[in-house]
Structures are given as C-alpha cells and as structure tokens.
C-alpha cells in the first residue's frame, strides 16, 4: 500500500511558478513509476509528466521546456516544478504512483493550480 499526499497547490499569476510536493509512504518507493496528472473543470483527466522508475521523464507537449518532473527516492517525494504558467494550466493537479509491475496504481487527494490575473 502506498499513500500520497500532494501539496504546493495555490493561485498564481500568468508567468509565474509553482512546485509541486507528492510525499509518499508505504511500500519501497523507488520500486514506482510516478506521474503527475491535472483534471480541469469539464475535461477529463490528462497525463502532464511521468518519471519512470529508473529516471527517464516524459511530459504532454503542452508542458514540454515550462514544466519539470524529479523525484527524490530517498524522501519518498516527487516533484513537480511548473514555470511560465499559463491560465489553461488551471486545473486539481494529481500524484500517481504506479508499481513497476504494472499491478498496482495508487493517487493522491489533488492539489488545486489556478493561474489567474
């Protein structure tokens, strides 16, 4: 079992930065691929950045080169850096563990991102 907790989460303006926090506990972290997720109002839920159990990092184009995924393994903490934020980044901002294996997926209660003027 493993249980996420995000924090971080708030309101900031056009251009301006958030970092996002996902503690985890439970199981051997480093054994889980994590994701950060987001859900805006209306939309369904879309995949922003995942890093994988052995480092390698993938992110949906529209965050590529602003947003930025690491994870300290040790901390049983992944994070997310988010930069030159845009109003359409507005959405509950999710953290996803996912075991290596593939059986087992775990997520946190969200974090709400609204960037607004």
């Known amino acids: 079992q493993v249980q996420l907790v995000e924090s971080g989460g708030g309101l900031v303006q056009p251009g301006g930065s958030l970092r996002l926090s996902c503690a985890g506990s439970?199981?051997?972290?480093?054994?889980?691929?994590m994701a950060w997720y987001r859900q805006a109002p209306g939309k369904e839920r879309e995949l922003v950045a995942r890093?994988?159990?052995?480092?390698?990092?993938i992110y949906v184009e529209s965050v590529k080169g602003r947003f930025t995924i690491s994870r300290d393994n040790a901390k049983n903490t992944v994070y997310l850096q988010m930069n030159s934020l845009r109003p359409e980044d507005t959405a509950v901002y999710y953290c996803n563990a996912q075991h290596r294996s593939l059986r087992y997926d775990y997520w946190g209660q969200g974090t709400q991102v609204t960037v607004s003027s």
């Open positions: 439970g199981n051997i972290f480093s054994a889980y691929h």
């Open positions: 890093i994988f159990s052995g480092g390698r990092t």
